[in-house]
T-cell receptor, first 112, second 113 residues
Framework: DAKTTQPTSMDCAEGRAANLPCNHS???????VYWYRQIHSQGPQYIIHGLKNNETNEMASLIITEDRKSSTLILPHATLRDTAVYYC?????????????FGTGTRLKVLA | NAGVTQTPKFQVLKTGQSMTLQCAQD?????MSWYRQDPGMGLRLIHYSVGAGITDQGEVPNGYNVSRSTTEDFPLRLLSAAPSQTSVYFC????????????FGNGTRLTVT
């Protein structure tokens, strides 16, 4: 199972873009990259996912490097409500092992 | 849709007691899983299932049992509770096909004294 590595914590000024990196150097060709966030002790919330191409939705953008060994989650205009722990994980795109392994994530603090 | 429903929300057990944490989903998801989250830590996978009758171990399976008799339900059993099992437990589900995100329940806070 591919593992991911993320910085322990980051700060971002309110209104600025928050760029959260993730390293997944052992990712295989059929594995998606997913991002989730967890606010306080609530259940994690899905943000975005991608396989090879960059993706954007109403919450964020996901930039995946060409070699797929790393990715960056971008929150374009961070607000105080974006303060949370952000998790980057990988999962196969086809049937097989379904071990979604979460690491310790990045604790993002948005500063007023 | 109710999504993923976990019961109870809170539970206090004495050491050695047994109990079952309930998880139900109404999205017809094939995949279901249980995680535990200790204070200040990330989520650790306990057990998971890819369909009725099929379960497998995650990262930290010891002390827990699961079964999957229906698509909707995936209960987690603590056979003999220990203080080390004090944690917040999350259930999650998804479709099996690639590109399907996990949907999480709101968690069960378990304290073992």
């Amino acid at each position: 199972d591919a593992k991911t590595t993320q910085p322990t914590s980051m700060d971002c000024a309110e209104g600025r873009a928050a760029n959260l990196p993730c390293n997944h150097s052992t990712i295989s060709g059929n594995e998606y990259v997913y991002w989730y966030r967890q606010i306080h002790s609530q259940g994690p919330q899905y943000i975005i996912h991608g396989l090879k191409n960059n993706e954007t939705n109403e919450m964020a953008s996901l930039i995946i490097t060409e070699d797929r060994k790393s990715s960056t989650l971008i929150l374009p205009h961070a607000t105080l409500r974006d303060t949370a722990v952000y998790y980057c994980i990988v999962r196969p795109s086809t049937s097989g092992t379904y071990k979604y392994i979460f690491g310790t994530g990045t604790r993002l603090k948005v500063l007023a | 849709n109710a999504g993923v429903t976990q019961t109870p929300k809170f539970q206090v057990l004495k050491t050695g007691q047994s109990m079952t944490l309930q998880c139900a989903q109404d999205m017809n998801h094939e995949y279901m899983s249980w995680y535990r989250q200790d204070p200040g830590m990330g989520l650790r996978l306990i057990h998971y299932s890819v369909g009725a009758g099929i379960t497998d171990q995650g990262e930290v399976p010891n002390g827990y049992n699961v079964s999957r008799s229906t698509t909707e339900d995936f209960p987690l059993r603590l056979l003999s509770a220990a203080p080390s099992q004090t944690s917040v437990y999350f259930c999650a589900s998804s479709y099996s096909r690639g590109g399907s995100p996990l949907h999480f329940g709101n968690g069960t806070r378990l304290t073992v004294t």
